[in-house]
């Protein structure tokens, strides 16, 4: 990803204890910042674009999303270590700079992921996810872009952190609403009950992460959909086409497709229950396949 960096103000930290190194990262209302906090060590900053400082629904999701992820210690979850405001007002959040890129990014620069590593990386995301759901937190965006891959001394995958967390719904609780009949989330990955306005729990996050494990694997969705189609025709996929097979599309086993077809279910109840159940079903399925050696990349990109 290429930033231009002359977009960005010449110190975006001002008034604050951490000290601007270089930038990292653009999203739609918030820039990340590299910064070397008091004692000299690296944080990843987020913190919200002075265009959007009287946007009061994104300061609000800047800081549901600091404090949905302060709340929890969890390896597969970013973790939130501060949250203030600049000098002139801006909401940001201080988090440990974490060496990798995001999956999205892993994706483009090495191509789709040999699927027991691919089902391992992302049963781990899945654990970050359950944590949150089980205080009662729903992502509502689970995406390769919102996946962190932290990878070991070779550049292999070892660890999916999941970030991100400014548009989640906190249920039973006072969250970031959602207006009128708006869809929130990403149309590629949305699940079906998302798009129909229906109840919205923790399968919604399964749906999700199952269309990210098929993209993890197979490099492409598992819908006949173009990936920059347009919005109602990759929201019509999730409500009325079948899913492709992930072992007709890629090297996956039969078992680990079968456990992916499960996450996919148009029906919630159809699913896995809990994105901990998922997880479970993954490591069965790869567990036959599982050795010590070191992990391998498929070639391609994804389409």
């Known amino acids: 990803m290429i930033i231009d960096v002359t977009t960005f103000p010449p110190d975006p ?6 000290r601007f190194v270089r930038p990292i990262g653009r999203g739609t209302s918030s820039d990340v910042y590299e910064a070397k906090g008091p004692t000299g060590e690296l944080y990843a900053i987020k913190v919200l674009r002075s265009t959007c400082r009287d946007l009061q629904d994104y300061a609000t999701r800047l800081l549901q999303e600091g404090r949905v992820l302060a709340s929890i210690d969890h390896e597969n979850l970013v973790p939130v270590r501060e949250i203030g405001m600049t000098h002139d007002g801006r909401p940001f959040l201080a988090m440990p700079r974490i060496v990798g890129k995001t999956l999205r990014d892993y994706l483009a620069a090495h191509g789709p992921i040999e699927p027991t590593v691919a089902a391992g990386l992302i049963a781990g995301a899945l654990d970050g996810l359950h944590e949150a759901h089980r205080r009662g937190i729903v992502h509502r965006d689970v995406k390769p872009g919102n996946i962190f891959v932290v990878t070991n001394e070779d550049g292999c995958p070892k660890r999916a952190v999941m970030f991100d967390f400014g548009i989640a719904k906190i249920v039973g609780a006072a969250a970031h609403r959602a207006t009128g009949d708006c869809i929130i ?6 699940a079906p009950e998302q798009v129909l306005n229906g109840r919205i729990d923790g399968r919604a996050d399964v749906y999700a992460m199952g269309i990210v494990l098929f993209e993890t694997i197979a490099a492409r969705g598992p819908y006949d959909v173009l990936r920059n189609a347009e919005f109602d ?7 009325c ?3 492709r097979r992930l072992d007709d599309l890629s090297p996956a086993s039969s078992a680990l497709a079968r456990v992916v077809a499960r996450a996919l279910e148009k029906a919630p109840g159809k699913r896995f229950p809990s994105a901990a159940s998922f997880a479970a079903a993954l490591r069965r399925a790869i567990a036959p396949a599982v050795r010590s050696e070191p992990c391998v990349m498929l070639q391609g990109g994804a389409s």
């Open 241 to 243: 086409l079948p899913a």
């Open 13 to 18: 930290l001002a008034g604050t204890r951490y």
């Open 233 to 239: 025709i990759q929201i019509r996929a999730h409500l």
């Open 185 to 190: 989330g990403t149309p590629r990955y949305i």
